[in-house]
């Protein structure tokens, strides 16, 4: 998977980003650049400002929409690391492999399935849990400056979610996708409840 070639490249960027393991892995350094952000906001801004966004896919097309990120992390106190929990990764990697080759988007499965039910199938049922997804993004880094930037999202949702005190957990699940290149699932929790 072409993800997985990149992974090493986008490694070098975030070297000194906390993670809750080694990163090694393409979704491992989607979760240690969410990491980053949440543990050093500011730097993150920084990331965001400094970037050309003409040249960004993960910039959006929202008028003012990476401006506002910028100054909302600028506010943003720092938040402990999520810790890496394979039974949402397993869960998220499910979810985009199904639709990635299909070419399909959101949050309902191939099959009709939801979110609550892919947890439910790794033997989960979290009280707090949230799923994100990112399209078209082919770093680690630019997959969660997507999400942050969170261009034509309303309620900025994807980036309520990754900074959510509530969260103590995530998992990340990425693959090629037939529409726009790659895909990555993120799946958050927070108590875990396993059965």
Known sequence: MRLRVLAAAA??????APSAQAAGSFEEEVLAA???????????ARHLRDADPEYASWAGDEPGALDE???F?????PLPPLRWDERLGTAARDHADAQGWRGQEGHTGPRGDTFAQRLQRVGLYAGLSAESISYGQMSPEDVVRQLIVDSR????????DIFS???QAAGVGCADHAR??????IQYAGAIVAR
């Open 11 to 16: 490694a070098v960027c975030f070297l000194l």
């Open 34 to 44: 969410i990491n980053y952000a949440r543990t050093k906001p500011q730097a993150f």
């Open 69 to 71: 990120a910028v100054a």
């Open 73 to 77: 992390l600028m506010r943003q106190p």
């Open 153 to 160: 999202v309303r309620n900025r949702g994807h980036r309520r």
């Open 165 to 167: 005190r509530g969260f």
């Open 180 to 185: 726009y290149g790659a895909m990555c699932v």
